[in-house]
């Protein structure tokens, strides 16, 4: 599956420069980050960015592209109360695991004619995803203290994921070589981007209720699904030849 991923996406590249015209373009926004299997219920706030490549046509109803950039995936925790039943103070906290992903995603991407300015669009690719880095502590650190089994550990971390990509968006064209547009993306992985295997009566910190019990803990199998909300510009690179 990687090694198909990889090269469609190779050909894809070598495709586009090799054309006489193309497209290419920088894009970025909002990411809102969910773990399916996860403790974490809370949504991860974070922001995403690509440089991407397209085909050029004249009618521009079709493109295929490929694109590169980096995808900031996970969960959080939150929650609030009050200090103590008199003060009326209010103490909240907020604990995210933060998965910094290196993203490869080849795309098919179909337009229609809103009016002469915006074109919707539709597009659907496939993502592969590599782990470069993230927030996630040490399972040594834990065990030096209290373990802290509900929260995810780095050992865990599954390098590469993959999955599939779909967009929606309009774009708005502001001369014959520039156009602006905004994009919706939802991206959920087939594969788990964390892995932990069940444990059995281990010395755990709930972070609910802040109790420390001895518990058994099923398998963990969490799955990255993000929302994405993205603003961008596409440069068109046109070759006209002259008699």
């Not at 590249?13 to 006489?20: K, P, W």
């Not at 109790?211 to 961008?232: A, D, M, R, W, Y």
Request: aromatic share 16%; hydrophobic share 35%; net charge positive.
């Amino acid at each position: 599956m990687l090694r198909c991923i990889l090269l469609f996406a190779l050909i894809s590249i070598s495709s586009l420069i090799s054309a006489q015209s193309y497209n290419w373009g920088i894009k970025g926004g909002l990411t809102l980050g969910k773990q399916r299997g996860a403790y974490s219920p809370s949504v991860l706030f974070k922001f995403h960015g690509d440089l991407f490549l397209e085909s050029y046509s004249e009618e521009d109803r079709t493109n295929l592209g490929v694109q590169l950039g980096y995808h900031p995936r996970g969960s959080a925790i939150r929650s609030w109360g009050f200090s103590n039943g008199t003060s009326g103070t209010i103490v909240s906290f907020t604990n995210n695991f933060l998965y910094n992903n290196a993203v490869l995603a080849p795309y098919a991407k179909q337009k229609f004619k809103l009016n002469d300015k915006f074109k919707g669009y539709y597009s659907l690719g496939f993502r592969l995803e590599y782990t470069f880095g993230s927030n996630l502590p040490s399972g040594n650190d834990f065990n030096n203290n209290v373990i802290y089994y509900y929260y995810p550990i780095k050992e865990n971390i599954r390098k590469w994921n993959y999955g599939p990509m779909l967009a929606a968006g309009i774009q708005l064209q502001y001369s014959e070589l520039v156009d602006g547009f905004i994009e919706f993306n939802f991206s959920p992985d087939l594969s788990s981007q964390y892995y932990q295997l069940p444990l059995q009566n281990v010395r755990s910190f709930d972070p609910y209720t802040g109790v420390v019990q001895n518990i058994s803990l099923p398998e963990q199998s969490n799955k990255n699904l993000s929302f994405e909300i993205t603003l961008g510009f596409r440069f068109l690179r046109k070759i006209e030849y002259i008699d």
